[in-house]
């Protein structure tokens, strides 16, 4: 393997007593607060480290996302928890993002030594399970050759689920620049994942 | 927009067909197109499994520990703010037996220069005021002995003032002592709050 592959796991799901670990956390029950931010960390940080394509990066966003939720939990209204917490986690990203553009030192990966990566993956492995696992680190190599618009538009529409409006919001960008994105990003993933179609089949 | 049915559609249509969007789905030449061409219907199926894999996507466990909480408020913080809630009410009552204190005062030195006669009805006078003012504005319990004790002995000061001149020496002694003790508690809350705290802050 080239590069670290990063721990995966499967999607979180919401906390049994959610709802009332939520109202604690609100009602300033610190240790309620620390459980659902615990049980969610890797769901926030999979969300920064896709947005960011930088581990390091990634874990201080999330880090920052942490302390922002903090301070807004008492102006928390209800929704998913789940979601709360990811739209803060992709605003803390782009903070970052934000900042390390500001330096110019700062370089793209470069597309064909990726393609080179990906290529590298060989084939899926027999079983159901270990074949899901090898498309989806596919699925992410792939991400991480995108051009950052489209990929931030892909993770936050297909990956999490945002709704155009807020992925237009978050990337301060229009609404049909964001669907733009979303299609081109899609249309340039299915070509790169060209070579492991069979793991997509309908 | 129009579907040349010999020509493909543009690839954004069928990814937004592929996720469907109301606006390509509501389009009779787009799905007539993609129901006969089979270039188009694969990338639309294709763009779909695509959507599906992606909206899977496990989550990732971060590479070192994060921090859940910041930091719980320090116990010095704490008695920072306990300090900080002193303030009002040590100077509420500074300030009570500082005005009771400078009254009887006044009013003793008043009585020791008449020898008799019309002088204790008009110290008596300032020493019901006192009490009134002070009932008036008590904020808090420790400004509510302040207030207790100076109207105590602003009443006792007026009862020995209407008895008899021979008390006059014992007010001489307690009113500059109430008045010296109000200055004490108004000038220790000041320095607590404009000296110590910023620093401890
Ligand atoms: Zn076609």
Known sequence: MPEPQPAATRRTAPLPDEEALVARAVAGDRGAFARLVEHYQSACYGLAWRLLNDAEMAADATQDAFVHAFDAIDRYRGGAFRSWMLRITANAAYDILRRAQRRPTQALPDPAEGEAELADHGLPAPSDEAARGEMYRHLDAALRLLPEDQRTAVVLADVYGMDYHQVASLTSSALGTVKSRIHRGRLRLRELLAEQRELFRP | ?201
């Not at chain 2, 592929?18 to 009779?28: K, L, M, N, S, V």
């Not at chain 2, 694969?42 to 899977?56: G, H, Y």
């Not at chain 2, 006669?117 to 008596?124: C, F, N, Q, S």
């Not at chain 2, 420790?142 to 004790?149: E, Q, T, V």
């Open chain 2, 1 to 201: 927009m129009m579907h040349d049915p010999n020509r493909h559609p543009d690839d954004e249509r069928l990814s937004a067909l592929a996720e469907g969007d109301p606006e390509a789905t509501a389009d009779r030449a787009l799905i007539a197109h993609v129901a006969s061409c089979d270039r188009c219907r694969r990338t639309v199926d294709e763009l779909a499994a695509l959507r599906t894999a992606l909206s899977a996507l496990p989550d990732v466990t971060p590479p070192r520990p994060l921090r859940l909480l910041p930091p719980a408020p320090e116990p010095g913080r704490g008695r920072t703010s306990l300090l900080r809630g002193l303030f009002a009410p040590t100077l509420a009552a500074g300030v009570l037996l500082a005005v009771a204190g400078g009254v009887g005062s006044f009013g003793s030195l008043l009585s020791g220069m008449a020898a008799s006669g019309a002088a204790p009805a008009e110290v008596a006078q300032p020493a019901t005021d006192q009490g009134a003012v002070s009932g008036g504005g008590q904020p808090a319990p420790s400004g509510y002995d302040a207030y207790d004790g100076g109207r105590n002995l602003a009443t006792d000061g007026g009862a020995k003032h209407g008895q008899t001149p021979p008390s006059a020496p014992v007010n001489v002694v307690v009113w500059p002592v109430v008045l010296g003790a109000g200055l004490v508690l108004v000038a220790g809350a000041l320095v607590l709050r404009y000296a110590v705290l910023p620093r401890a802050g």
